[in-house]
C-alpha cells in the first residue's frame, strides 16, 4: 500500500518555542494531505485540509495562525504549532489521498507525532 | 453535521472468541467506510475499505459490512489473537472526499 510519512516521531519543546511537523507521502502525489489531531483515549479531530499550491482549509475552532500549514510540493505538507503551549501537547497525525485517485477514495496516514510542551 | 458512533468502547475477550465490533453514523451519505486499527502511540493502519455500493469486505480472519441505509457497519474478527488487542477506529468519507469522521474508537484486549 501507498506510504505516508511523518517527522519527527517525538518532540518535546519549551513553553513558547514553534515546532515543525513534516508529513510526506513517499510513493504517490498527493494533491490534499489531512491534519488531525488526537488527545489521549479520544478520536481524532480533524485540524484543517491541506491543499497543495493553496490556503489549507481549516475546522472550525482551530486557529490558523496557531496551527501553520504548507503544502508546497505534491509529497510534502507541514504543520508548524508556532508559540506552543503545554495545552498544545497531543498526537498529530496526517492523512494523505492519492492525486491518481484510487477510485476506492482510500485514505493512508502516517505514523503520527506525539508533541510535548514542557 | 455526520457523526459517528463506535460500540462498545472496550472490549475483552479470551482468545480464540469470535467478535464483532459496531460502528453507526447519522447520515448515509456516505463514500466509503474505512476500518483501522491503532495501537498504542501509533498512527492508523488500513484493515478494510467498504464502498457504499458493496456489503462487505473480507480480509483473512476480518470481514467488515456495511448497511447503508440503517447506517450501520460491523467488524467482525475470527479467533482473536492477543496481537489483535488494538483500539478499531471506524471512519466514514463524504461523497466530495473533503471529510473523514471517524468514531471514538472500540479498545479491545484480547487475552491470552
Known amino acids: 500500500g501507498a506510504v505516508v510519512s511523518q517527522h519527527p516521531s517525538r518532540v518535546i519543546c519549551k513553553s513558547g518555542t514553534s515546532v515543525k511537523i513534516e508529513c510526506r507521502s513517499l510513493?504517490?502525489?498527493?494533491?490534499?494531505m489531512f491534519w488531525y489531531r488526537q488527545f489521549p483515549k479520544q478520536s481524532l479531530m480533524l485540524m484543517a485540509t491541506s491543499n497543495e499550491g493553496s490556503k489549507a482549509t481549516y475546522e472550525q475552532g482551530v486557529e490558523k495562525d496557531k496551527f501553520l500549514i504548507n503544502h508546497a510540493s505534491l509529497t510534502l505538507s507541514t504543520l508548524t504549532v508556532t508559540s506552543a503551549h503545554p495545552e498544545d501537547s497531543s498526537f498529530y497525525i496526517c492523512?494523505?489521498?492519492?492525486?491518481?485517485?484510487?477510485?476506492?477514495?482510500?485514505?493512508?496516514f502516517g505514523e503520527g507525532s506525539r508533541l510535548t510542551v514542557l | 453535521k455526520q457523526e459517528v458512533t463506535q460500540i462498545p468502547a472496550a472490549l475483552s475477550v479470551p482468545e480464540g472468541e469470535n467478535l464483532v465490533l459496531n460502528c453507526s453514523f447519522t447520515d448515509s451519505a456516505i463514500y466509503n467506510l474505512q476500518w483501522f486499527r491503532q495501537d498504542p502511540g501509533k498512527g492508523l493502519t488500513s484493515l478494510l475499505l467498504i464502498q457504499s455500493s458493496q456489503r462487505e469486505q473480507t480480509s483473512g480472519r476480518l470481514n467488515a459490512s456495511l448497511d447503508k441505509s440503517s447506517g450501520r457497519s460491523t467488524l467482525y474478527i475470527a479467533a482473536s489473537q492477543p496481537g489483535d488487542s488494538a483500539t478499531y477506529l471506524c471512519a466514514v468519507s463524504s461523497y466530495n472526499f473533503n471529510k473523514f469522521y471517524f468514531g471514538s474508537g472500540t479498545k479491545l484486549n484480547v487475552k491470552p
Open positions: 510513493d504517490f502525489q498527493a494533491t490534499t
Open positions: 492523512s494523505a489521498r492519492p492525486t491518481q485517485n484510487s477510485p476506492t477514495g482510500e485514505l493512508f
